[in-house]
């Protein structure tokens, strides 16, 4: 294979969980590792939600790529945005004409939103990927409230006051969850003219039950919290359109002035890189060694990657799963250069699923164990802690949590970009 007897060129493209794990990973060993990102940041994408309703900032939940990656000496860090994928020729492709050449490709590109072959609907109904979809989301959700607050209408502003989640997967739930604690009990007293309790919330899903990866009783007990919190859940109520005034469903029309998107996601353009035949959403599919074909050094891992699980069920795409890869092709990228045994197939320990509903609310399962209620939230608190990236993050975020328990405030309320 090519650079055995030097160091390895080792291009890793994307710094989500994925990616910057592995950078991690191979923090001083015996490889030339070059990770490559459109954005200078690694986002803590499970927290989004919290920017997006007020909560957080966005610089809490962000770190800089150079400053995480700055005692890795053997490793740097390009931000650039690649176009193709030259796999004979074993170079990336950049968008400003260059190339990277590598001895072994790592692609952890992570996904964007779906809107099931209706793109002309994100215009309407922003999907949470990034920090610029998370402050567009906030503008969207105060810009309502400041709206109604100086709306005569009694029908317009009642519409300027509803908010429809579409997906009630756990990122449309936890925004659900959020938007009710922000109209019920942060916003309560901030206006004169209307009434922000009077929020109407409704979470749209298209299957028969929220939270499907969860179990039917933690599903139910979601939805039990989040009615406390004033938002309806309408099941079996599919997206039909989306436009400015709203959304038509399945069920009928429904008149909201803000629409937000967590119904699906869809890999980035990778598989079309490599010239493979995706699955339905996008991901191109892996082998045990977490490469499209054996014995290639290209490997694929995260939300790009379609990696079937010991059931033959495809994994999540959540962040355990990315990182859990990532080590696991350190492990084969060491193996390969003569620096350790051969890991063998990849195999996923299954960490667990964890939503938080609201204030002092959550669901958790893990194999046979199921939790919900404010064990729970203390739980999801915890973990999300732990995994933040830097230590100042971690105290900040901590001190703003326990602010907001104590308070009832959010201090990430603003509004930019309100001409738009």
Same mark, same amino acid.
């Not at 990532?326 to 084969?332: G, I, M, S, T």
């Given at each position: 294979m090519p650079g055995m007897g030097d160091s390895r060129k080792v291009v890793i493209v994307g710094a989500g969980f994925g990616g910057l794990t592995l950078a991690k990973a191979l923090c001083g060993e015996a490889f030339e590792v070059t990770v490559v990102d459109r954005t200078n940041h690694h986002l803590f994408q499970p927290l989004l939600y919290q920017v997006a309703t007020a909560g957080l900032s966005p610089a809490s939940i962000a770190a800089p790529i150079r400053s995480i990656l700055r005692r890795c000496k053997n490793t740097r860090v390009l931000m650039a945005e690649v176009v193709d994928v030259d796999v004979p020729g074993r170079r990336v492709l950049l968008a400003d004409g260059s190339h990277l050449p590598y001895d072994s490709l790592v692609l952890a590109t992570g996904a964007s939103h779906s809107y099931f072959g209706h793109p002309e609907w994100e215009r309407d109904a922003p999907g949470l990927k990034t920090v610029e979809d998370a402050t567009e989301m906030r503008r969207r959700i105060l810009t309502a409230f400041e709206r109604a607050e100086r709306c005569e209408d009694p029908a317009q502003r009642e519409a300027l006051l509803t908010f429809a989640i579409v997906g009630g997967g756990p990122t449309g739930v936890e925004l659900a969850g959020s938007i009710g604690e922000l109209a019920k009990r942060v916003l309560a007293r901030d206006f004169r003219r209307i009434d922000p309790t009077r929020a109407k919330i409704l979470l749209l899903?298209?299957?028969?039950?929220?939270?499907?990866?969860?179990?039917?009783?933690?599903?139910?007990?979601?939805? *039990?919290?989040?009615?406390? =919190? &004033?938002?309806?859940?309408?099941?079996?109520?599919? #997206?039909? !359109?989306?436009?400015?005034?709203? @959304?038509?469903?399945?069920?009928?029309?429904?008149?909201?002035?803000?629409?937000?998107?967590?119904?699906?996601?869809?890999?980035?353009?990778a598989a079309r890189w490599l010239c493979v035949e995706p699955d339905r959403a996008g991901r191109v599919p892996v082998g045990p060694t977490l490469e499209p074909a054996a014995d290639t050094d290209l490997f694929v891992i995260g939300d790009t990657a379609r990696c079937e699980g010991e059931d033959g069920v495809?994994?999540?795409?959540?962040?355990?799963?990315?990182?859990?890869?990532?080590?696991?092709?350190?492990?084969?990228? *060491?193996?390969?250069?003569? =620096? &350790?045994?051969?890991?063998?197939?990849?195999?996923? #320990?299954? !960490?667990?699923?964890?939503?938080? @509903?609201?204030?002092?609310?959550?669901?958790?399962?893990?194999?046979?164990?199921?939790?919900?209620?404010?064990?729970?939230?203390?739980?999801?608190?915890?973990?999300?802690?732990?995994?933040l990236i830097g230590f100042r993050n971690r105290i900040v975020v901590l001190v703003e949590w326990a602010w907001a328990y104590a308070t009832y405030e959010r201090g990430a309320r603003l509004i930019t970009r309100p001409g738009q």
């Amino acid at each position: 294979m090519p650079g055995m007897g030097d160091s390895r060129k080792v291009v890793i493209v994307g710094a989500g969980f994925g990616g910057l794990t592995l950078a991690k990973a191979l923090c001083g060993e015996a490889f030339e590792v070059t990770v490559v990102d459109r954005t200078n940041h690694h986002l803590f994408q499970p927290l989004l939600y919290q920017v997006a309703t007020a909560g957080l900032s966005p610089a809490s939940i962000a770190a800089p790529i150079r400053s995480i990656l700055r005692r890795c000496k053997n490793t740097r860090v390009l931000m650039a945005e690649v176009v193709d994928v030259d796999v004979p020729g074993r170079r990336v492709l950049l968008a400003d004409g260059s190339h990277l050449p590598y001895d072994s490709l790592v692609l952890a590109t992570g996904a964007s939103h779906s809107y099931f072959g209706h793109p002309e609907w994100e215009r309407d109904a922003p999907g949470l990927k990034t920090v610029e979809d998370a402050t567009e989301m906030r503008r969207r959700i105060l810009t309502a409230f400041e709206r109604a607050e100086r709306c005569e209408d009694p029908a317009q502003r009642e519409a300027l006051l509803t908010f429809a989640i579409v997906g009630g997967g756990p990122t449309g739930v936890e925004l659900a969850g959020s938007i009710g604690e922000l109209a019920k009990r942060v916003l309560a007293r901030d206006f004169r003219r209307i009434d922000p309790t009077r929020a109407k919330i409704l979470l749209l899903e298209g299957g028969d039950r929220i939270l499907a990866t969860f179990s039917k009783d933690l599903a139910e007990r979601a939805v *039990r919290d989040l009615r406390r =919190l &004033g938002v309806e859940v309408r099941t079996s109520t599919r #997206v039909e !359109k989306v436009t400015p005034e709203g @959304v038509e469903t399945t069920q009928g029309p429904v008149a909201a002035a803000t629409v937000l998107w967590a119904a699906g996601v869809e890999a980035s353009p990778a598989a079309r890189w490599l010239c493979v035949e995706p699955d339905r959403a996008g991901r191109v599919p892996v082998g045990p060694t977490l490469e499209p074909a054996a014995d290639t050094d290209l490997f694929v891992i995260g939300d790009t990657a379609r990696c079937e699980g010991e059931d033959g069920v495809p994994l999540p795409g959540v962040a355990p799963v990315a990182m859990q890869q990532a080590r696991h092709v350190a492990k084969l990228l *060491r193996s390969r250069a003569g =620096l &350790g045994r051969d890991p063998g197939p990849f195999h996923y #320990v299954d !960490k667990g699923n964890l939503a938080t @509903v609201g204030r002092s609310s959550a669901v958790l399962e893990w194999g046979r164990w199921k939790l919900g209620g404010a064990l729970a939230w203390l739980l999801w608190l915890a973990i999300h802690i732990v995994y933040l990236i830097g230590f100042r993050n971690r105290i900040v975020v901590l001190v703003e949590w326990a602010w907001a328990y104590a308070t009832y405030e959010r201090g990430a309320r603003l509004i930019t970009r309100p001409g738009q």
